[in-house]
Nanobody
Framework: QVQLVESGGGLVQAGGSLRLSCAAS????????IDWYREVPGKQRELVAS???????DYAAAVKGRFTVSRDNAKGTVFLQMDSLKPEDTAVYYC???????WGQGTRVTVSS
């Protein structure tokens, strides 16, 4: 059973960077597309970035040019590099494997102005 565990969140000043990781257990990780979502209280969970099994990436307009998603199948990990962070990027970030409907527990990102 695949489990997803996010890490790398924290507090950063506007303009700074963070790198989130989504580590997956199980040997089938390379077969899954992975999505990154973020959630702010009172708002719908928002799709931020996606990466396919072949490392083709797509981004929400709000983060395009600032965030980069990548994966290391050998390590069973997907990364979300977040640069030029803005206060509006403050949220809990989740990784998601849509094929199996699995979510991680989330990691909190706070960007101060």
């Amino acid at each position: 059973q695949v489990q997803l565990v996010e890490s790398g969140g924290g507090l950063v000043q506007a303009g700074g960077s963070l790198r989130l990781s989504c580590a997956a257990s199980g040997t089938a990780f390379s077969m899954f597309n992975i999505d990154w979502y973020r959630e702010v209280p009172g708002k719908q969970r928002e799709l931020v970035a996606s990466i396919t099994t072949h490392s083709s990436a797509d981004y929400a307009a709000a983060v395009k040019g600032r965030f980069t998603v990548s994966r290391d199948n050998a390590k069973g990990t997907v990364f979300l590099q977040m640069d030029s962070l803005k206060p509006e990027d403050t949220a809990v970030y989740y990784c998601h494997a849509p094929l199996i409907g699995r979510w991680g527990q989330g990691t909190r990102v706070t960007v101060s102005s």
